[in-house]
Structure formats: structure tokens, C-alpha cells
């Protein structure tokens, strides 16, 4: 099995980060994100990666070469422009003949893959989809009302609860046919195509979350959390 992992997002919301650096090779700890990535991906058994590289690529393939140095096999499938989550997958399009995993570039994870893979085949899904639970407090008071304006109860900053997707996937080779060559498209655009007609879009929800490194904000937090989990150790 294969790891198709999508590291050629521009990483404008982290700038000026990544003005010489791309995203994934931002530093955690003593590695760049995405070598913690591929090394997630080694220890649940897929050894077998896609780097989808645009944006600086020189610095990602300078640094992982074949990946014979992180014990996986590494190719490169190459775009020259931005195009989006399933874009940027449907360049791996040459390298997938089989059920693959597709991961965000640009987070951690922290749950087993392993039993992900094994509950997309089990259940023959199309896709199967990551997903964590969020919670969260809402910043304000919460007033439910009937219909005509009467006040039935004040909730005030209440937590709320969704699952939300995590950017790891389970998929069949086929939904590349969902995709358009070299034009920007949305993961969620082809998940909701392929939907539309029909196939097995499921779940693998999970506790033992991922951290999102989207932004400023969020890369200083995966930091410090890194820092605290060496201390740990």
C-alpha cells in the first residue's frame, strides 16, 4: 500500500515561515513535519510514499531523496501550480493501482492507521475518512426562543460537540476519475461527488486526535505540545 501525502500548499497563512521553507518542512522538534509524517506512516506498515510537491520542492527533494535514509521508498509526483487538496492528489494518479492512503502534508497524527486500513477493507468502503471529535465553548450566551419571540432558556457559553474531518484518508483508485487534470478541486468536492453517486464514503472516528498546523497560532501550540511530550519521555 501507498501514502499519497499532499506538501505543495503555498503555506500563506504561516508566511513568513515559509518564504524560503515550505510548510511541511517547518521544524517540530528536531524534524520537520512531514518527516514525523512519514514516519507515522512507516510504523503502521506503509512504506511506500508520495510526496505531491509544488511550492519549493527543491528543499523537500533535497532532503528525502528516495527515502532509503527514513526506511520507506520515496517518489515525487510534481505540479507547477497550485491546485488544491484532490488536485494535488490526482498528480499521484502514474503511481496508484490499489487501495492508497492520502494524507494532509501539513499535520500530525496520533491514532492507528493500521486499524484505519484494516475497517475501509472490512467494510469495502470507497473512502473512508478520518475524523476526531471537536469540542469547543461558544463565546456567548445561547438563548433559545419559540416562535414568537418568547424566551425558553439561556444557555450560557456552551460547549459544543462536532466530529470533524482530520485530513487523513482511505481510498480505491477509482476516485481519481472524480478528479480534473490540472485544475484546482477540493477534497470535499470530490468526496461529495463521489456521494452523489453513490459510493461508500465512511468514517473512522477517533479520540487520539491530530494537530492541524495551519497557522501561526497552531504551529507555535503543536510546538509546545512536542516540547511537553519530550519531557515525558
Given at each position: ?58 528543499t523537500i527533494e533535497d532532503y528525502f531523496e528516495d527515502g532509503k535514509r527514513f ?79 418568547k424566551v425558553l432558556s439561556w444557555n450560557e457559553k456552551p460547549e459544543i ?73
Amino acid at each position: 500500500m501507498k501514502a499519497i501525502i499532499l506538501a505543495g500548499g503555498l503555506g500563506t497563512r504561516l508566511q513568513p515561515y515559509t518564504t524560503f521553507l515550505p510548510k511541511p518542512m517547518l521544524p517540530l522538534g528536531e524534524k520537520p513535519i512531514l518527516e514525523h509524517l512519514i514516519d507515522w506512516t512507516r510504523k503502521n506498515g506503509v512504506k511506500s510514499v508520495v510526496l505531491c510537491v509544488s511550492y519549493l520542492r527543491k528543499t523537500i527533494e533535497d532532503y528525502f531523496e528516495d527515502g532509503k535514509r527514513f526506511g520507506v521508498n520515496i517518489e515525487y509526483a510534481i505540479s507547477n501550480k497550485p491546485l488544491a487538496t484532490a488536485g494535488q492528489l490526482k498528480t499521484a494518479e502514474e503511481f496508484i493501482d490499489d487501495t492508497f492512503v492520502c494524507i494532509y502534508g501539513d499535520s500530525i497524527f496520533n491514532f492507528s492507521l493500521r486499524n484505519m486500513i484494516k475497517q475501509h477493507n472490512q467494510k469495502k468502503a470507497f473512502v473512508t475518512m478520518s475524523l476526531n471529535e471537536y469540542k469547543t465553548n461558544l463565546p456567548y450566551g445561547v438563548i433559545e426562543t419559540s416562535k414568537n419571540g418568547k424566551v425558553l432558556s439561556w444557555n450560557e457559553k456552551p460547549e459544543i460537540k462536532a466530529n470533524v474531518n482530520m485530513g487523513c484518508y482511505v481510498m480505491e483508485p477509482e476516485i481519481l476519475k472524480f478528479i480534473p487534470k490540472n485544475k484546482p478541486f477540493g477534497m470535499d468536492d470530490v468526496i461529495k461527488k463521489a456521494m452523489s453517486r453513490k459510493k461508500l464514503v465512511n468514517s473512522f472516528l477517533t479520540k487520539n486526535g491530530f494537530t492541524d498546523i495551519g497557522n501561526k497560532a497552531s504551529y507555535k501550540k503543536a510546538y509546545q505540545e512536542y516540547i511537553q511530550k519530550l519531557g515525558k519521555i
